[in-house]
C-alpha cells in the first residue's frame, strides 16, 4: 500500500491539487512536504495534532518533512476559521511559544532513526523578517491578483465583518514560505488543514509563476474532524486537550482516549495510530462483538498516549486508572494523587479527627448528614479505596496518602479529592 492508498484508506484526505501526480511522484521518490503552526499558544492540542500525523506517515514511509513554526506568520494572524480580529501578541511571547512548540515536535518526530528520518524545523522568521516594506510591494504583493485573493473562501467569509490589510495579506506570507521552502529545502507538498486550502492553492500559483510552470509542487488538506454526533473533536467539558503534560497530564489525555465512543473509536484508531489495517479490522470486529470490553478503547488510549507522551508516562497513566477502577487507592503515591487526580472535584479539611458522617458534610461532598449516615451504613462510601460502613467511624491524618490526601469514592463512580491542611 502506498502512502497516498495508506492515507485513503485512513479517511486523512480531504483535497488535492493534482491526486494523479502526487501518487505518482511519491511512489517514484522521497519528497520533502512541509506542514506549518504559528505560535499563537504554547503548546498544541490534539486538534494541531491531525495534520501532524500525516506528515509523521510521510516520514516512516521514508519522505522528509519539514515542520514549519510560523514565528512571523504567528505575529500577525491567520483568518483561517476565525471570525474576528486575532489579538496580537508580543514578540518575546511568539519566540516563547516557538520554542516549547518546537520541543513538541522533536519528541514526535525524533524518534526510531534519527539519521535517516530527514526531520527538520524551521522558523520564517529567519526569513520573512529579512524582506522590507519595499520589497514586499515591489517583488511579492505584484505576483497576487486582489480579486483572486478576495474570492479565497479564507477571506470571503471575513468580508462581511471586515478584515484587516495586516490578516489579509497572510496568504502572500504562507505562499513566500511554501516558495522559500521549495527553492531551499526541495520541499515539494504542503499539508495543512481544510481551511488552509486557499493559503496552500496561493502557494503553488505563486511558486509556478516566479519559478516556472514546470515546477512540482502539490498541495493536501485533512478532513475537519467531527464525532460521530456532529460535535467538534477534541473538546471536552474542561477545554482543549493539550500535548503539553502541564496542561494535560497524560493521565487525562489517556481517560481523553479511552472514553470514545464506539461510533467513532476505529475512525479515531485509523487517524491516530500507526496499527496495519489488519490490526485495526480486527479491533473493529471486537467493537462488534464484544464492545464491553472496550479493547479498541484501550488500544487507541495507549498507542496515542505513549506516541505523544513516551512509554513510562502511559504506564503511569494506567496504573491510576487502574488504580481506581479497583478501587486500590493507596498503591498511588503523592505525586500520582496530584497530577492524576487533580481535575476531579477538590475539598480541603482540617487534619483534626472528626466523625466521617459530619466531616462529609462539612467538606461539602455529602449535603446533609442523614444522607451521609445511609450512604456509610449502604457501603457507598470509601476513603483511599477502604469501604466504610460505620456510621460511627472517624476520620483522621492516619488515613491520609503522605499525610495530606484523601480520596473518598461515593458510589461507584463519583471520586473526590480531600486535602487535609492545617
Known amino acids: 500500500m502506498s502512502i497516498i492508498e495508506e492515507l485513503e484508506w485512513r479517511g486523512a484526505i480531504n483535497q488535492q491539487t493534482d491526486a494523479e501526480g502526487l501518487r505518482k511522484l511519491t511512489t517514484e521518490k522521497s519528497i520533502g512536504l512541509y506542514c506549518g503552526v504559528d505560535p499563537t499558544g504554547d503548546s498544541m492540542h490534539i486538534g494541531h495534532l491531525i495534520p501532524f500525523m500525516v506528515l509523521k506517515r510521510f516520514q516512516l514511509a ?13 505575529s500577525i494572524g491567520d483568518p483561517s476559521g476565525r471570525t474576528s480580529e486575532r489579538t496580537l501578541q508580543t514578540m518575546e511571547t511568539v519566540n516563547e511559544n516557538a520554542r516549547k512548540l518546537a520541543a513538541q515536535m522533536d519528541k514526535l518526530f525524533l524518534k526510531g532513526d534519527v539519521a535517516a528520518s530527514g526531520f527538520r524545523i524551521v522558523n520564517n522568521h529567519d526569513w520573512l523578517s529579512e524582506i522590507t516594506l519595499l520589497d514586499f510591494l515591489r517583488d511579492y504583493g505584484k505576483h497576487f491578483n486582489i480579486n483572486t485573493m478576495l474570492a479565497k473562501d479564507v477571506v470571503a467569509s471575513r468580508l462581511e465583518n471586515g478584515i484587516s490589510f495586516t490578516e489579509f495579506s497572510y496568504q502572500i506570507l504562507q505562499s513566500i514560505d511554501f516558495a522559500y521552502l521549495h527553492e531551499h529545502h526541495d520541499v515539494q507538498l504542503q499539508v495543512g488543514g481544510a481551511d488552509q486550502w486557499g493559503n496552500i492553492t496561493s502557494g503553488l500559483d505563486y511558486i509556478r509563476r516566479t519559478q516556472g510552470h514546470e515546477e512540482e509542487v502539490y498541495g493536501l488538506t485533512i478532513p475537519l474532524m467531527l464525532k460521530s454526533d456532529g460535535t467538534k473533536f477534541g473538546k471536552t467539558a474542561g477545554g482543549a486537550v493539550w500535548l503539553d503534560a502541564e496542561k494535560t497530564t497524560p493521565y487525562e489525555f489517556y481517560q ?34 464484544a464492545p464491553h470490553e472496550r479493547l479498541a478503547q484501550r488500544t487507541l488510549a495507549e498507542e496515542i498516549t505513549k506516541f505523544v507522551h513516551g512509554e513510562k508516562e502511559l504506564e503511569e497513566a494506567q496504573h491510576i486508572t487502574a488504580a481506581l477502577f479497583s478501587g486500590d487507592i493507596r498503591s498511588l503515591t503523592e505525586k500520582q494523587i496530584e497530577t492524576g487526580l487533580r ?13 466521617l458522617a459530619v466531616w462529609l458534610v462539612d467538606t461539602g461532598i455529602v449535603p446533609s448528614r442523614r444522607q451521609a449516615r445511609e450512604f456509610i451504613s449502604n457501603g457507598a462510601i470509601s476513603l483511599n479505596g477502604e469501604k466504610i460502613t460505620d456510621v460511627e467511624a472517624e476520620v483522621s491524618e492516619d488515613l491520609a496518602i503522605g499525610g495530606k490526601y484523601i480520596v473518598v469514592r461515593r458510589g461507584k463512580k463519583q471520586y473526590y479529592l480531600v486535602t487535609l491542611v492545617d
Not at 500507526?274 to 479491533?283: G, H, T
Not at 472535584?345 to 479527627?353: G, N, W, Y
Request: aromatic fraction near 12%; charged fraction near 20%; proline fraction near 5%.
Open 62 to 74: 521514508g519522505h522528509q518533512p519539514v515542520v514549519l513554526i510560523g514565528g512571523a506568520t504567528g
Open 256 to 289: 481523553f482516549w479511552l472514553n470514545q465512543a464506539d461510533d467513532d473509536v476505529v475512525k479515531f484508531l485509523k487517524y491516530f495510530t500507526f496499527l496495519s489495517k489488519a490490526e485495526i479490522d480486527a479491533l473493529e470486529q471486537a467493537v462488534k462483538e
Open 343 to 355: 481535575n476531579m472535584p477538590q475539598f480541603e479539611a482540617p487534619k483534626a479527627t472528626a466523625n
